[in-house]
C-alpha cells in the first residue's frame, strides 16, 4: 500500500524559511514521480515542483523557481520542499503526491502532473506579517 505522509508545517514569519517532508513509502520500485503542491483559499490546488525518483532533474512550475526548492533523499524515501522568503500569500494547505511515472504523465499538462493517484492529508503553513 503506497502512503504519502507530509509533515513540517506551521506558523512562521513572512522573510523566513520553512522545510515541510514528505515520507513516502509503498512503491516496489523507484519509476515513480512525487510533487508538492499547494491549496490556498479560495483556489484552485497549484504545482509547485515535482521529480521523478530515478532521476535527478526537478521541475518546477515556472513562478516558483528561485524560492521554492525541492530535492529529495532517496535512501529514506522522503521529499523536501523548502521556501525561501516567505510570504503571507505562501498561506496555505502543502500537499505531496506521488503516482507511478506511467500514470504521472498522463496528467502531465507542463513540468509537472495536474495529478497523482497518491495524496497525503497536507499540512498547513500560515506564513504571518
Same mark, same amino acid.
Given at each position: ?13 513572512? @522573510? ?8 513516502? $513509502? ?28 530515478? @532521476? ?9 523557481? @528561485? ?39 498522463? $496528467? ?8 497523482? @493517484? ?12
Amino acid at each position: 500500500e503506497v502512503q504519502v505522509v507530509e509533515s513540517g508545517g506551521g506558523l512562521v514569519q513572512a @522573510g523566513g524559511s520553512l522545510t515541510l517532508t514528505c515520507a513516502v $513509502s509503498g512503491f516496489t520500485s523507484d519509476d515513480y514521480s512525487a510533487g508538492w503542491y499547494r491549496r490556498t483559499p479560495g483556489k484552485e490546488r497549484e504545482a509547485l515542483a515535482c521529480v521523478n525518483w530515478s @532521476g535527478d532533474r526537478p521541475n518546477y512550475i515556472e513562478p516558483m523557481k @528561485g524560492r521554492f526548492s525541492i530535492s529529495k533523499d532517496s535512501a529514506k524515501n522522503t521529499l523536501y520542499l523548502t521556501v525561501n522568503n516567505l510570504e503571507v500569500e505562501d498561506t496555505a494547505v502543502y500537499y505531496c503526491g506521488a503516482d507511478p511515472v506511467y500514470e504521472a504523465v498522463m $496528467s502531465l499538462r507542463g513540468p509537472c502532473p495536474t495529478e497523482y @493517484g497518491y495524496w497525503g492529508q497536507g499540512t498547513q503553513v500560515v506564513v504571518s506579517s
